[in-house]
């Protein structure tokens, strides 16, 4: 098990390292598994729609990267092919929001995933699921 935390961690590292979209979003890594992934981050000012509430696509994003570091943990390379997200409350500057991503099955070609997303008082703010294929390319092919 300590060796499929380390390859999830080190799979996470690299593709995170290389994600300026997720580091402008000032995502942070709470935990990183094998199938699972809980990424938190602060709503900014810039990221407030007409409204005075956070526009939809950031709570989307920071789901996408917990469902894209999920499904990459294994040491596989998956990409999405389907998402979808239901949004169940507004977010104001400076909540706090937390993902929290879910293997809900896994096959040789696809993953399925469960986002919950909630703000500081525990609260879920967005459900999102995500449908991934796993390709046939390792992440660390030479045993890196």
């Not at 995933?113 to 995500?130: E, M, W």
Request: negative net charge; contains cysteine.
């Amino acid at each position: 098990m300590a060796d499929e935390i380390d390859l999830a961690s080190k799979v996470v590292n690299r593709m995170f390292d290389h994600d300026w979209f997720s580091q402008w979003l000032g995502i942070e890594r709470v935990l990183v598994a094998p199938g699972k992934c809980v990424l938190k981050m602060t709503i900014r000012k810039e990221m407030l729609n007409g409204f005075s509430i956070a526009h939809g696509g950031i709570t989307f994003s920071l789901a996408d990267s917990a469902l894209a570091f999920a499904a990459n943990s294994h040491g596989q390379r998956s990409v999405s092919v389907e998402t979808s997200i239901s949004h169940t409350e507004p977010l104001m500057e400076n909540d706090e929001i937390i993902a929290t991503a879910i293997e809900m099955n896994r096959s040789n070609k696809i993953g399925i995933y469960q986002v919950t997303v909630s703000n500081q008082h525990g609260r879920t703010v967005a459900l999102f699921k995500g449908t991934v294929y796993r390709t046939s390319k390792d992440w660390f092919p030479s045993g890196e």
